[in-house]
């Protein structure tokens, strides 16, 4: 027989079955199309070998007049300003403060930690300090203590703990002067997203990496404080006592015997209930003391510390101190860390939960509130950068001052009026010069309205007072419960709320601003899940993807079942979208189902209509223009770092996995068995040095199971690559995993002959 060409369709389809998607593409990663054509996608590299706090979430690239060149980057940590692969801290500055007399309070001999007095110091976990002027204390020198900390366990309102790089010589000593200056960065933010926190923070369903799990013997009431399992002998429990004597202030636990107890949990002395997070020999570190609702308390040597364990059934965590058999039946909690208690029937499963991301894990994680990460929103006024915390304070930073002055609110500049103190996202209006702030506090009031709008009076960022010789002013969206987010077009800009699409437009005096309904039962997934390319906004929502051109619509996707079925809406927070105009393309970094952080993306190209799906862990991105290249913040290994995309052919200096597969397609009519015996490959390669893979893939039934039948590696001079496959249908996947290749597919052709129906 003649050769057959197998004629692939653009773009990527997983909406029907790949038996059904005869002749289309299937899957894919790392690729994307060109003409039609698959081809594998750039490479990037990082931007410098410097790293950053915290993950990126929002990158903004601007120019100054003298040709300089930076980039605004945001975290839950920090935020800083990147010039020439460098990052500069300018996170603003909450509050200045002398410390009282001797602040410091080391606990243990050998201890690196110093337990700092600040009355209503105002700070949580992960917070960053610096001092300055304090003096030695207890063998850890004045220059281990003043310089930038961050604060690792919060005691209570009034005292808190840092770790030094030094050892406390004899322990239990009070220290470092009466000069000590505090300087307290504004409060970190939440890094993932939970959907509370403090009691009752996570949900039901969380999950634990191991736990042991059994059920309900006998079923039990609401009260009862006897636990009934069929079998209790993984179920961990754990008694020692104090080697030595344990004040309110110590940060680390030193116990007789802590071979019994696992490698983070809770632990009870006397009415104390401590929880720790770290387990060295026979000490416990990383406390969060007076946990559970008890009380701060100390403790003596040799008193008993007795592991506290927790059981999951159904909705209600249960605590328990001791078993007798396969009956949890000693210091039993009912409706533990914010749930209920409540009956269960004989058979319901228990699962033990000592490592269970749920109820009550949230406050182990952040003393923040709100139940999102934190994102910034920024932008330039002029050579300056305007920038602010989702739902905080808006800041200012003066490219005059240099990178080495921090940002400061909005409301301290020179000549301020007025200014929105609370905003959920702020930007410059495209063409008249305004600062507009949505969902903010109201001018003269406190609090936030989530559809307030407000804006600064024209050419003037400090001015928020309206008056009759200025634009200053403010309008209510009429439609929604909340703004979720906004974007600028060159007309006009697009605000998105929780119901509605609305189109806000400059009028000029009186009025300044206008704004329209444009459609109503359409919002997005989350803020940062647009962007603009020219005229045109991409967004996605919880169902589907949208463009707006001067009219609504909903774009055809043919991966959208794809997508939407294996998705972590939960942490909808980080999604994001991003433009590549190099290729016309609009990509949508998203979290898996089984993930929480982005690792995967889905890519729309909007001149060719074309959809391709892949993995990548990016967090943020921002597209080609102030520079040559599009930039997108990542993580190797657990490090932060700024990569440049579209560079090469590598991931960083390491091979690429870039593949395209194809659905099913029959080699015959469908009935008859096919008999292949080799490919004429048709791809383009960058170099006489690389190679490809063509993998061919059988099955004689659609449900039948997938069977690999040949890889042949394909380079620049293959002609044909023979192979032995009989089959009624087939699958090809091209992939390439080396260095420094670049490949594009042409036509795909076999040679087959009848083989038979049997």
């Known amino acids: 027989m003649p050769l057959k060409k197998i004629p692939f369709k653009p773009g990527v389809n997983r909406e029907t079955t790949s038996y059904a998607n005869e002749f289309g593409w299937f899957n894919s990663d790392l690729i994307r199309f060109r003409k039609g054509r698959p081809e594998k996608m750039g490479g990037w590299s990082r931007l410098s070998s410097n790293n950053y706090d915290g993950t990126g979430r929002s990158l903004h690239v601007w120019a100054a007049l003298d040709g300089s060149k930076f980039m605004g980057l945001g975290t839950e940590a920090k935020f800083y300003i990147e010039q020439g692969g460098g990052y500069n801290d300018i996170t603003p500055i909450r509050s200045t403060v002398t410390l009282g007399s001797n ?335 949505l969902a903010s506090n109201p001018r003269g009031e406190t609090q936030q309205d989530l559809l307030q709008v407000r804006w600064s009076d024209q050419e003037n960022p400090f001015d928020w007072t309206p008056t009759a010789t200025n634009t200053a002013g403010g309008q209510r969206i009429s439609s929604g419960s909340e703004i979720i987010t906004a974007r600028k077009t060159r007309q006009e800009i697009l605000i998105l709320t929780d119901a509605n699409l609305h189109a806000m437009r400059f009028v000029g005096p009186p009025f300044t601003f206008s704004f329209t309904l444009l459609a109503g039962n359409v919002s997005i997934v989350g803020p940062n899940a647009i962007t603009t390319v020219g005229d045109r906004v991409f967004w996605m929502d919880r169902e589907n993807f949208y463009a707006y051109t001067g009219k609504l619509q909903v774009i055809p996707c043919t991966v959208l079942r794809y997508v939407f079925d294996d998705i972590n809406l939960q942490q909808s927070f980080k999604f994001f979208a991003a433009s590549n105009r190099m290729f016309d393309e609009v990509f949508w970094f998203y979290v898996s189902s089984d993930s929480t952080e982005i690792d995967r993306y889905v890519k729309y190209n909007y001149t060719e209509n074309t959809w391709d799906i892949g993995t990548m862990v990016r967090t943020a991105w921002v597209d080609y223009g102030i520079h040559d290249n599009p930039r997108a913040a990542g993580s190797l290994n657990g490090t932060q770092y700024i990569y440049t995309h579209e560079t090469g052919h590598n991931d960083d200096g390491t091979p690429m996995t870039s593949f395209i597969e194809s659905a099913d397609f029959d080699l015959g009519d469908g009935n008859e068995f096919m008999f292949v015996n080799r490919l004429i490959p048709d791809v383009s390669l960058n170099n006489s040095n690389a190679s490809v893979q063509y993998i061919i893939k059988t099955r004689n039934f659609p449900g039948q199971s997938l069977t690999t039948n040949s890889t042949n590696t394909v380079t620049s001079t293959t002609e044909q690559s023979f192979l032995r496959a009989r089959t009624r249908q087939a699958v090809v996947r091209v992939e390439s995993n080396t260095e420094d290749v670049a490949w594009t597919l042409g036509d795909l052709r076999l040679d087959i002959r009848k083989d038979g129906r049997r």
Not at 169 to 176: H, K, P, V, W
Not at 327 to 339: C, F, P, Q, S, Y
Not at 404 to 431: E, F, H, N
């Open 103 to 437: 602040p410091f309070y080391t606990g243990s001999a050998g201890t690196s930690n110093l337990t700092v007095t600040h009355a209503s110091h105002g700070a949580v976990v992960n917070d960053y300090v610096t001092y300055s002027g304090a003096t030695a204390v207890d063998g850890i020198t004045a220059a281990q203590i003043n310089k930038e900390h961050q604060i690792t366990q919060v005691i209570d309102a009034n005292s808190y703990v840092i770790t030094t790089t030094g050892s406390a010589s004899s322990g239990s000593t009070a220290g470092g002067g009466s000069s000590v200056l505090a300087q307290y960065q504004i409060n970190t933010g939440l890094g993932t997203v939970v959907s509370g926190t403090g009691w009752g923070a996570g949900f039901w369903g969380g999950t634990t990496s191991t736990y042991s799990a059994t059920t309900l013997s006998t079923g039990i009431n609401n009260s009862v404080t006897s636990i009934p399992l069929t079998s209790a002998s993984d179920f961990e429990t754990a008694s020692t006592t104090l080697s030595s004597d344990l004040d309110v202030y110590s940060t680390s636990i030193t116990v007789v015997d802590a071979s019994s107890f696992p490698s983070k949990g809770t632990i009870k002395i006397n009415s104390e209930f401590i929880r720790y997070a770290t387990k060295t020999g026979n000490t416990f570190g990383s406390l969060t003391r007076a946990s559970d609702g008890s009380t701060i308390a100390a403790h003596s040597s040799t008193d008993a510390v007795t592991f506290v364990g927790i059981i999951l059934i159904e909705d209600e965590l249960i605590l328990y101190t001791g078993k007798s058999t396969n009956t949890l039946d000693a210091g039993v909690v009912r409706g533990a860390r914010g749930t209920t208690a409540v009956a269960h029937s004989t058979g319901v499963s228990v699962k033990e939960a000592n490592d269970f991301i749920g109820w009550g894990e949230g406050s182990l994680t952040t003393a923040s509130t709100g139940q999102n990460i934190r994102l910034w929103s920024q932008d330039n006024w002029g050579e300056d950068l305007i920038f602010n915390v989702f739902d905080g304070t808006p800041f200012y930073w003066d490219k005059t001052l240099g990178t080495s002055t921090r940002g400061s609110s909005l409301a301290s500049q020179a000549g301020a009026s007025d200014c929105p103190t609370i905003v959920r996202k702020i930007m410059v209006s495209p063409s008249d010069r305004h600062v507009i702030a």
